[in-house]
């Protein structure tokens, strides 16, 4: 593979990840719409066109090594560690209200959510350097943190996609990954090989924001 197309030099991203090299290259119900235009700002460098409502919800990470490409009247942005709405079900509803239509859903690779547990120390410790009693601080990141942590950047995508797909059925959502290397947005292979997570699964009580 030319190293230019590489998500990263983790082979794991390289087999599991389809490349968008062209244009036709987009998943076809995805052309037309403001997950296209998104996709061929961050691919193409084709710049997204304001509009006069909110186009497109995009979801992702905190890292500050990513930065959607996304103009001033176009998107709402929702940023939270781990790049999931888990908690967060209520701004999206709000997003439907303005006619918001399409949701995109980036991950990427090298996230520090990953490493929550390692990081789990310096956490309490800069708690406590904000004025946190040490023991309120080592339990409010003991509980928090399965919530955010992740063990792996592309099923995390994968869950999440899935269990907003049950909340959300008449929202189309774009499961992308994006390579920090030069923020180039990816497809999951496995949303290529099955798109159609409407199936007849209920909501579950999982899937409902976790307070």
Same mark, same amino acid.
């Given at each position: 593979?030319?190293? #230019?197309?590489?998500?990263?030099?983790?082979?794991?991203?390289? @087999? =599991?990840?389809?490349?968008?090299?062209?244009?036709?290259? &987009?998943?076809?119900?995805?052309?037309?719409?403001?997950?296209?235009?998104? &996709?061929?700002?961050?691919?193409?460098?084709?710049?997204?066109?304001?509009? #006069?409502?909110?186009?497109?919800?995009?979801?992702?990470?905190?890292?500050?090594?990513? =930065?959607?490409?996304?103009?001033?009247?176009?998107?709402?942005?929702?940023?939270?560690?781990?790049?999931?709405?888990?908690?967060?079900?209520?701004?999206?509803?709000?997003?439907?209200?303005? *006619?918001?239509?399409?949701?995109?859903? &980036?991950?990427?690779?090298?996230?520090? /959510?990953?490493?929550?547990?390692?990081?789990?120390?310096? /956490? @309490?410790?800069?708690?406590?350097?904000? *004025?946190?009693?040490?023991?309120?601080?080592?339990?409010?990141?003991?509980? =928090?943190?399965?919530?955010?942590?992740?063990?792996?950047?592309?099923?995390?995508?994968?869950?999440?996609?899935?269990?907003?797909?049950?909340?959300?059925?008449?929202?189309? &959502?774009?499961?992308?990954?994006?390579?920090?290397?030069?923020?180039?947005?990816?497809?999951?292979?496995?949303?290529?090989?099955?798109?159609?997570?409407?199936?007849?699964?209920?909501? /579950?009580?999982?899937?409902?924001?976790?307070?």
């Amino acid at each position: 593979m030319d190293d #230019s197309l590489r998500v990263t030099t983790n082979p794991k991203y390289n @087999s =599991q990840l389809t490349a968008i090299r062209t244009e036709k290259d &987009i998943p076809e119900r995805w052309r037309d719409t403001p997950i296209e235009s998104l &996709i061929k700002a961050h691919n193409f460098d084709v710049p997204i066109l304001p509009a #006069s409502s909110p186009q497109l919800m995009v979801v992702t990470c905190i890292e500050f090594r990513f =930065q959607p490409k996304v103009p001033h009247f176009f998107a709402y942005e929702l940023r939270r560690a781990s790049g999931r709405l888990i908690g967060s079900e209520f701004t999206l509803a709000y997003a439907l209200t303005k *006619g918001v239509r399409h949701l995109a859903l &980036i991950g990427h690779n090298d996230c520090g /959510m990953t490493k929550v547990h390692a990081s789990a120390g310096a /956490m @309490s410790q800069a708690l406590v350097d904000q *004025g946190w009693p040490r023991e309120s601080a080592e339990d409010y990141v003991t509980q =928090q943190g399965p919530r955010y942590a992740i063990r792996d950047e592309l099923d995390s995508l994968k869950h999440e996609y899935f269990r907003l797909r049950r909340l959300f059925r008449h929202l189309e &959502i774009a499961p992308l990954f994006a390579a920090l290397a030069n923020s180039n947005l990816y497809v999951p292979n496995w949303f290529l090989e099955k798109t159609d997570a409407n199936s007849g699964d209920s909501v /579950m009580a999982e899937d409902l924001l976790m307070l």
